[in-house]
């Protein structure tokens, strides 16, 4: 088992700039691919961006592609997502997720745990 706790959510205006981190406990942090996804009311949870477990390989959803940034520390079992030139369509519940499968998941069932979210709600 793996828990996933999440932080870092809240309330910013447009083009402001917040960091999400998520904590791992249980099984190596370090044997997992980490990504991120978010849920706006109403629709369907989407990808985000994810990290290989080296942290060497990233890849990025076209929507926030130059202006979100994952990282990982395995050594602090953390995984992190800066935001940056935040627009109100990214407002959502942003959850992370780990996934013991190859490669780098982009889609929901691909990964084995979930943390409960946090919310970004960006203001106009």
């Known amino acids: 088992q793996v828990q996933l706790v999440e932080s870092g959510g809240g309330l910013v205006q447009a083009g402001g700039s917040l960091r999400l981190s998520c904590v791992a406990s249980?099984?190596?942090?370090?044997?997992?691919?980490m990504g991120w996804f978010r849920q706006a009311p109403g629709k369907e949870r989407e990808f985000v961006t994810a990290?290989?477990?080296?942290?060497?390989?990233?890849y990025y959803a076209d929507s926030v592609k130059g202006r979100f940034t994952i990282s990982r520390d395995n050594a602090k079992n953390t995984v992190y997502v800066q935001m940056n030139s935040l627009k109100t369509e990214d407002t959502a519940a942003y959850f992370c997720?780990?996934?013991?499968?190859?490669?780098?998941?982009?889609?929901?069932?691909?990964?084995?745990?979930w943390g409960q979210g946090t919310q970004v709600t960006v203001s106009s």
């Open positions: 990290v290989s477990r080296s942290g060497s390989s990233t």
């Open positions: 249980g099984r190596t942090f370090s044997g997992y691919v």
């Open positions: 997720a780990a996934g013991a499968g190859v490669g780098l998941l982009l889609s929901t069932a691909q990964y084995n745990y």
